[in-house]
């Protein structure tokens, strides 16, 4: 059994930040993907921003690239999604997955922003931006 859990969600004026942790645990396994979604009110879910097992893969929703920095430490199965500048569209819930299973390195940027490439998924933390 494996557990997802997000925390540091919050309310925020815009242009501030906010730190997003995801804490995995349950069975020893390596999470070769570590991925954040959100899901804002009335609309679909969308990837937000992926990174691999050794860091040196990461990939970005282009609205957020500039704003956001995705980091994960392996020791403590954990990752991070600093959000800095937040916007009020950035509202949403934001959900942690990530994906066990190993990817080709040639379709791994493909795979990374497609929910379905997902093994676990946290509940969400919810980020509410105001102008």
């Known amino acids: 059994q494996v557990h997802l859990v997000e925390s540091g969600g919050g309310s925020v004026e815009a242009g501030g930040s906010l730190r997003l942790t995801c804490a995995v645990s349950?069975?020893?396994?390596?999470?070769?993907?570590m991925g954040w979604f959100r899901q804002a009110p009335g609309k679909e879910r969308e990837f937000v921003a992926a990174?691999?097992?050794?860091?040196?893969?990461?990939h970005y929703l282009d609205s957020v690239k500039d704003r956001f920095t995705i980091s994960r430490d392996n020791d403590k199965n954990t990752a991070y999604l600093q959000m800095n500048s937040l916007k009020p569209e950035d509202t949403a819930v934001y959900f942690c997955?990530?994906?066990?299973?190993?990817?080709?390195?040639?379709?791994?940027?493909?795979?990374?922003?497609?929910?379905?490439?997902?093994?676990?998924w946290g509940k969400g933390t919810l980020v509410t931006v105001s102008s």
């Open positions: 997955a990530v994906r066990e299973r190993v990817i080709p390195p040639r379709q791994l940027m493909d795979s990374m922003g497609l929910d379905h490439e997902y093994d676990y």
């Open positions: 990174i691999s097992w050794s860091a040196n893969t990461r």
């Open positions: 349950g069975r020893t396994f390596m999470a070769y993907i």
